[in-house]
Structures are given as structure tokens and as C-alpha cells.
């Protein structure tokens, strides 16, 4: 069965500092991987999107990155601001099938003054 | 930009009542989702679409309906609401099967 797992489940970290979010996934055949924000409240925004041969991609302090190998990403955030606080969900997308996104539970961040 | 629109952000429904939810976008796309959220269990795929008048079951299909009559819009009925479906409750569009644009959610509490 595909699943997701995202750790930490939540994370708390002063404005400024940087942090690292981290997802694995047993997605087979893999389509691509994205990261999403969701701020309380609303739906989710896609960050980033990684395909099996991009192993690093920004977006302005964000940076994702994909090891298809070991089947694990991460997300890195630098010089945390107050907006960052949200939740972060990893989905996986499969190369064939009909439902073929499957979802983590999402690391929630909280960035403190 | 893809523009997906929730009827609602906020609903409060008794027990027993049917409810709509609607869900309309703009970007002429041929997919559409419904989901729900719920703290400790992420994201679950209720039902979705592929085609007008087309639907298919997502992995927690009971207790709910949906009707596509039109392309762009995806509507999610429950036909009698009870206190397990309070939820937050996400639609999805997209071009391709692989992807999802999500509006902006709608907190349902059934009371």
C-alpha cells in the first residue's frame, strides 16, 4: 500500500532560525512529489514540485529536496518568519491509476517571536 | 492562476439535514476532488470526477454524494448529515491525475 510518513508531526522554532521538515514514501511507480502550505484555516498551496530527476528546488527560503533512490525529501526553510507558521503536507503523486495522490499528515510548524 | 471557489467557509448543520457544498473553477480542468480533513489523519479522498456526469468513489465514500453536471462545478451532498461529518472539507482541481489545486475549505460542524 503507497503511504507517506512525515516527521516531525510538530515542530516549534524561534523567528530566524532555520529548520528542516522531512518525508518518506513507498509511492510506486513515483510521478512527482509536492510540498504544500496549508495556514490554518484554508486549503493548501503548492511550494514546490519535484519530478524523478530533480533532486533540488527553491522557492524563495524554501528549498526541497528528493532523494528517488531512498525515496525521501525534505523541505528546508531558512530565516523562519512568523508567516511560516502553518502546516506542511508531503503528496505523492503515482505514474498510474486513477487516485493517484497520496498524502502525509502534515508537520505542523509554529515560528515564536 | 487557478482560482478554485468553496461556496462556503463556514457551515452549521443540524442532525439529519442535507447539505450541499459546492465547488466551482475556473481553469476548464477535468478533474475534481472532494476531501476531508481531520486532525491525526490528513487528508482523505471522499469522491471525484473525471469527466462531466462522470464519479467515481475515493476511499471514504459513505455517507456522501456528488453531482457534476457541469464542468466546472463539483457539488458534495450529504444526504443526512450527522455529528461524525463535522469536518474540514477541501475540493481539488486539476489538469492532470497527478496534481490537485485546492480552494479554500470549508469548516462543516453538524450539531
Known amino acids: 500500500k503507497n503511504q507517506v510518513e512525515q516527521s516531525p508531526q510538530s515542530l516549534i522554532i524561534l523567528e530566524g532560525k532555520n529548520c528542516t521538515l522531512q518525508?518518506?514514501?513507498?509511492?510506486?511507480?513515483?510521478?512527482?512529489l509536492r510540498w504544500y502550505k496549508q495556514d490554518t484555516g484554508r486549503g493548501p498551496v503548492s511550494l514546490t514540485i519535484?519530478?524523478?530527476?530533480?533532486n533540488t528546488k527553491s522557492n524563495g527560503r524554501y528549498t526541497a529536496t528528493l532523494d528517488a533512490d531512498t525515496k525521501q525529501s525534505s523541505l528546508h526553510i531558512t530565516a523562519s518568519q512568523l508567516s511560516d507558521s502553518a502546516s506542511y503536507i508531503c503528496?505523492?503523486?503515482?505514474?498510474?491509476?486513477?487516485?493517484?495522490?497520496?498524502f502525509g499528515k502534515g508537520t505542523m510548524l509554529l515560528v515564536s517571536p | 492562476d487557478v482560482k478554485v471557489t468553496q461556496s462556503s467557509r463556514y457551515l452549521v448543520k443540524r442532525t439529519g439535514e442535507k447539505v450541499f457544498l459546492e465547488c466551482v473553477q475556473d481553469m476548464d480542468h477535468e478533474n475534481m476532488f472532494w476531501y476531508r480533513q481531520d486532525p491525526g489523519l490528513g487528508l482523505r479522498l471522499i469522491y471525484f470526477?473525471?469527466?462531466?456526469?462522470?464519479?467515481e468513489k475515493g476511499d471514504i465514500p459513505e455517507g456522501y454524494s456528488v453531482s457534476r453536471e457541469k464542468k466546472e462545478r463539483f457539488s458534495l451532498i450529504l444526504e443526512s448529515a450527522s455529528t461524525n461529518q463535522t469536518s474540514m472539507y477541501l475540493c481539488a482541481s486539476s489538469r492532470t491525475r497527478n496534481e490537485a489545486f485546492f480552494g479554500q475549505g470549508t469548516r462543516l460542524t453538524v450539531v
Open positions: 470526477s473525471y469527466d462531466v456526469k462522470m464519479k
Open positions: 503528496v505523492v503523486s503515482e505514474a498510474s491509476g486513477y487516485s493517484t495522490l497520496t
Open positions: 518525508c518518506n514514501y513507498t509511492v510506486s511507480p513515483f510521478s512527482n
Open positions: 519535484m519530478t524523478f530527476s530533480e
